[in-house]
């Protein structure tokens, strides 16, 4: 399983950094995800970075606005989300893909087989 950690309230142009960590496991063969589901909507990617790290995919609409990183040595990969806006509210998750040693662009959701319970994102003013 893992485990989600720094999601908030927060104004329209503030910043969150959302943390993901494993519980029982290492994440250092794996590429880790984010995905975020708003309330009536279907789970959409966010962000991802490979295992190794150094390559990274985001989408369209966080581009310039999050990083995504990851610290082998601390088992943990985090996602910086600034200027955020009221359409990045949502229950952020963080996910592992289900193949180790991959450095695709996996952006959908049935390229992971473990996940988070989901931190929440409130963007509002």
């Known amino acids: 399983q893992l485990v989600e950690s720094g999601g908030g309230s927060v104004q329209p142009g503030g910043s969150l950094r959302l943390s993901c960590a494993p519980s029982?496991?290492?994440?250092?063969?794996?590429?880790i995800g984010w995905f975020r589901q708003a309330p009536g909507k279907e789970r959409e990617f966010v962000a991802s970075?490979?295992?190794?790290?150094?390559?990274?995919f985001y989408a369209d609409s966080v581009k310039g606005r999050f990083t995504i990183s990851r610290d082998n040595a601390k088992n943990t990969v985090s996602l910086q989300m600034d200027n955020l806006k009221p359409e990045d509210t949502a229950l952020y998750s963080c996910?592992?893909?289900?193949?180790?040693?991959?450095?695709?662009?996996?952006?959908?959701?049935?390229?992971?087989?473990?996940w988070g319970q989901g931190t929440q994102v409130t963007v509002s003013s």
């Open positions: 029982g496991f290492t994440l250092d063969y794996y590429s």
């Open positions: 996910a592992r893909a289900a193949a180790p040693l991959t450095t695709n662009n996996d952006n959908s959701p049935d390229a992971y087989d473990v």
């Open positions: 970075i490979v295992w190794m790290g150094g390559m990274y």
